[in-house]
C-alpha cells in the first residue's frame, strides 16, 4: 500500500516538473525579448528540474542515489538564479535594451 502512495506522488511530481519545463519553453519562443525569455527560463525550469528530481529521489529510495539527487538540488537551486543574473547583465552591457511597447517594431 505504501509503496503504491510513494510511486503516484512520485508520477504527480515529476508530470508536474514536465509542466513547468514545458511552460519555460512556452515562454522562451512566445516571450518578446531577451530578459523576458531569461526570465521564463531562470524561474520556470529550476523548478521542474526539483519536481523531477524529488520524483526520482522517492522512486530511488533513502540510499545513496538520494543524497547525490538533494545534491544536484541544491546545486540547481543555487547555479540558476545566478546564471539568470550574470546572462541579464550581459546583455544589458551588449546593448540589449528591454522591450517597451513604444519600440515593439525596432529589431530586438
Excluded at 503504491?4 to 514536465?18: D, P
Aim: with cysteine; glycine share 12%; hydrophobic share 50%.
Amino acid at each position: 500500500m505504501i509503496e503504491w502512495l510513494i510511486n503516484g506522488l512520485a508520477a504527480v511530481l515529476i508530470l508536474a516538473g514536465c509542466g513547468f519545463f514545458l511552460a519555460g519553453t512556452i515562454g522562451l519562443l512566445r516571450l518578446p525579448d531577451f530578459y523576458c525569455r531569461v526570465h521564463a527560463t531562470t524561474k520556470c525550469d529550476p523548478v521542474g528540474a526539483v519536481l523531477i528530481l524529488t520524483g526520482a529521489g522517492l522512486l530511488s529510495g533513502p540510499d545513496l542515489g538520494a543524497i547525490r539527487i538533494l545534491a544536484l538540488i541544491a546545486l540547481i537551486v543555487i547555479t540558476s538564479p545566478t546564471a539568470g543574473h550574470a546572462l541579464a547583465r550581459a546583455g544589458w552591457h551588449a546593448g540589449h535594451r528591454p522591450w517597451t511597447r513604444e519600440n515593439r517594431d525596432e529589431p530586438q
